[in-house]
């Protein structure tokens, strides 16, 4: 990771559509996870929240689920989202566990949403990324879902298989502050073009 990217999430705090202020300097294993822009402390095996599992008829944004551990990375992402200023929602998740309960909750509740979107990274804590997208792909509701692979992986064997399981963009995380702001491009263009 870039030593400005280092410098800028060690001494930044950003507010959550729910005016909380979260800081992001924190190590991603501190046990705290991400859920919609703000951190909940909560054990990996509890249940994900049902107020963040449940959309509100208000609340008509796209829902972008964001699969990564690292939290360098998640703030260049909402770093991204903002300046596009893209209308979305933000759930984050730290580890493919996690997710593979998200989607496994989504596939058999009809209240629970399936995202708009998903960025996955593919080298995650407890359950790879991989595991993650092949559940999403063979789920019933959510199948249908875009996911865009966030991976520092340049592996063409990488760009194959995870293209052969159903993943429909791979963004390689570049190393400059300003390249990595493109996946927010990249997200805008996804949205478009599955938006129902």
């Known amino acids: 990771m870039p030593d400005l990217t280092k410098e800028m999430v060690s001494q930044t705090s950003v507010h959550t559509e729910r005016g909380e202020s979260v800081g992001l300097g924190e190590p991603a294993d501190s046990g705290m996870d991400a859920l919609a822009g703000g951190n909940q402390p909560r054990e ?5 929240p049902e107020s963040e599992l449940q959309e509100t008829p208000e609340d008509r944004r796209a829902l ?3 699969v990564e551990d690292n939290q360098a990375d ?24 996690d997710a593979l309960r998200y989607f496994a909750h989504a596939d058999t509740d009809p209240a629970a949403p399936c995202p708009d979107a998903v960025l996955l ?14 559940q999403v792909k063979s789920t019933v509701r959510c199948r249908h879902v875009p996911v865009i ?4 992986s340049n592996s063409p064997e990488d760009r194959r298989e995870t293209a052969a399981l159903g993943a429909i963009r791979y963004f390689r995380k570049p190393t400059s502050y300003q390249e990595f702001l493109k996946i927010g491009e990249v997200l805008e263009e996804v949205l478009a073009e599955h938006r129902t």
């Open 44 to 48: 990996s095996g509890d249940p994900l």
């Open 64 to 66: 972008v689920l964001v």
């Open 74 to 97: 998640v703030f260049l992402v909402e770093q991204a989202v903002r300046l596009r200023k893209l209308p979305v929602r933000l759930l984050m998740l730290d580890n493919g566990e």
């Open 121 to 134: 990274d593919l080298n995650l804590p407890r359950r790879s990324g991989r595991e993650v997208l092949e």
């Open 149 to 152: 692979i966030l991976t520092s």
